[in-house]
């Protein structure tokens, strides 16, 4: 008899080691057809039979090893179907068990589940209803509203912790809690088919009540226990009809179709907090100058670029990812089928490639590109909670604007150091979790008008107070002959480089904007610009913000660096707005003192 693994719906049988037929499944002998001989080696390519008689060798040799090979056959209409061929020894000496599957026939019907699969979801679209699957398997009721490829999950829990969580928040109408009820209890048996109509406020408003009408069925599939599936409709008052615009209105963002920021923020939560979780990765994109489109273009313009590149990303993701729109040209990405780094790779190079070609051509000399961070779930500490999985992708976004935009970014902690957050209140781009008083930024400005009016006797005190209300652990300020800083804060004590930074790297200037340059991880330039990575490395500096100081030919004659050094952290805009205010205040001091 052929041995059960071989007992399957593709063509399987038993051969000798000339690769002739001894005994198969029908399927096997449709497969060879009107041939009489029954030969393996009779119907292949004749460039592939030295290849498959060296494999039945093979497995004489090695009774344990199984051979996988891909061959060609002719087909009726002339041409060639490509076949995965399986091939191991059997219990019986001299006895082969093979199996053959038709690679081309399997892509073609994976095609047409695939269509088939899509004209359910357009289905489903364009009928306006959530749709819920309840697993007896897991106990678990997922609720959620399709709309093409992108998907909005409400709930995805056990149903009677489901349950006990609507009657603590209060989301059922107590009129109709037997009703409720008997949804519950009919759905956990799973042996019923009906259509129940109760009030509450489960999607959408949590203070609004809705009328309900959800209509489900059991399916069971060969193999399979029953799972009960199902349609969720919010009614018109008083009209009975369904509200088919509801959802839309409520998750899918109008301009993209991808989801709307409420739908992504609850998906990628419900993803990272899931019993699935290992696989979760979420990225943060932006596209970049966006501003300057809007500026140049007009804003109607601007809505055509946030369109096309929603589709864009809505292409590339496929059915892999869900994608939603922030707001601006802000999108959030979860994925969750990613298998290892290579997988994201491929979907993030095919995002920014093609952000490229959108509208190109049509922006006079301009291209598009995008910025993309990325975090993924377990690598990195804090990675393992969904608010601080999305503060390390929004700082890998950041890194990816520093290193020079058109590019994305996959956190890695080995190299990109620890951006886990520290506390639970502290703002998103804020990783430090320093706090910032306001009476001491009150000071600092009150110090940089004395500044200007006492010149450069007021900066030490400035420098001191500057790094202990900003929590840095030194600002220093070069300019002139020498090595050393002319001036440095003193609060934390550090001993000060024996070399200024570089500040004659021309592709390192050319990160500055408006003389400014805030870099929360220092291993952004250890490539681009390895000079001055080496120098900031060897004064141990890991987060640094830098200002070029100008002469009056607006050349560059001197830096002023705020450091910090061990664990990187991010700079707040609080922070980085007044540091550029002083540095520019300093800068005008040195020049009417011609210093610079």
Not at 147 to 163: G, H, L, S
Not at 391 to 409: H, V
Not at 528 to 542: A, G, H, K, Y
Request: net charge negative; hydrophobic share 40%.
């Amino acid at each position: 008899m052929i041995d059960a693994i071989f007992d399957t719906a593709y063509p399987a049988g038993r051969f000798d080691t000339s690769l002739n037929l001894i005994e198969g499944n029908p399927y096997m002998y449709r497969f060879f057809g009107s041939n009489v001989y029954f030969s393996i080696l009779k119907i292949v390519n004749s460039d592939e039979q030295e290849k498959l008689t060296a494999d039945v060798e093979r497995c004489r040799n090695n009774p344990q090893l199984r051979i996988d090979e891909c061959i060609h056959i002719s087909n009726s209409s002339g041409g060639q179907d490509c076949y995965f061929l399986g091939m191991k020894l059997s219990d019986t000496p001299d006895i082969l068990n093979i199996t053959l599957i038709n690679v081309t026939e399997s892509k073609a019907h994976i095609n047409s589940l695939n269509r088939r699969l899509m004209l359910a979801r357009n289905f489903l679209t364009l009928n306006g209803t959530a749709v819920f699957v309840y697993k007896p398997s897991t106990g678990y009721i997922e609720i959620s509203y399709v709309k093409n490829e992108q998907t909005a999950v409400f709930f995805n829990m056990d149903i009677d912790e489901w349950r006990t969580q609507m009657y603590e928040e209060n989301r059922i109408n107590l009129e109709d809690k037997d009703l409720f009820d008997l949804f519950c209890a009919t759905v956990k048996v799973a042996k019923e088919n009906r259509t129940i109509i109760f009030r509450g406020s489960i999607i959408g408003d949590k203070n609004r009540m809705e009328t309900y009408r959800v209509t489900f069925n059991v399916h069971e599939y060969s193999g399979d226990e029953p799972v009960v599936a199902g349609t969720w409709s919010i009614m018109h008052a008083g009209t009975n009809d369904a509200n088919n615009n509801y959802f839309e209105d409520s998750y899918i963002d109008a301009l993209t179709g991808l989801l709307n920021k409420k739908a992504i923020m609850s998906y990628a939560e419900n993803a990272v907090n899931g019993i699935n979780h290992d696989h979760v990765g979420l990225a943060i994109m932006d596209i970049d100058n966006f501003k300057s489109v809007n500026d140049n273009y007009g804003h109607m313009f601007g809505d055509k670029v946030i369109k096309a590149v929603g589709e864009v990303i809505k292409n590339a993701v496929g059915t892999d990812a869900v994608a939603g729109r922030m707001g601006g040209d802000e999108f959030l990405i979860v994925f969750e089928k990613c298998q290892n780094e290579l997988e994201y790779r491929n979907i993030l190079r095919c995002i920014k490639s093609n952000v490229q070609n959108v509208y190109k051509g049509k922006m006079g000399d301009n291209t598009l590109s995008c910025s993309i961070g990325l975090a993924r779930y377990g690598y990195g500490p804090g990675s393992t909670s969904y608010h601080d999985l999305f503060k390390i992708a929004d700082r890998a976004l950041y890194l990816a604007k520093q290193k020079g935009k058109n590019r994305y970014i996959i956190y890695k902690p080995e190299i990109h150091g620890d951006y886990s957050s520290k506390g639970e209140n502290e703002d998103i781009v804020n990783v430090s979790n320093s706090y910032y008083s306001a009476a001491d930024i009150n000071k600092l400005n009150t110090l940089f008008t004395r500044i200007i009016i006492d010149g450069i006797d007021i900066i030490p005190e400035t420098l001191d107070l500057f790094a202990k209300a900003l929590k840095l652990d030194r600002v220093s300020i070069f300019y002139g002959e020498g090595s050393l800083p002319k001036f440095t804060s003193n609060y934390t004590g550090s001993v000060c480089p024996a070399n200024p930074i570089v500040i004659k790297d021309e592709k390192y200037l050319g990160l500055f904007n408006n003389n400014m340059l805030a870099m929360s991880n220092v291993h952004a330039i250890e490539y681009s610009c390895p000079n001055v990575f080496n120098v900031l490395i060897d004064t141990e500096i890991s987060s640094t913000m830098q200002y070029v100081l100008r002469d009056a030919d607006n050349n560059p004659a001197g830096l002023v660096s705020a450091d910090i050094f061990g664990i990187p952290i991010a700079f707040p805009k609080v922070v980085t707005n007044v540091y550029q205010n002083m540095c520019s205040i300093i800068n005008a001091v040195l020049l009417r003192e011609k210093l610079i």
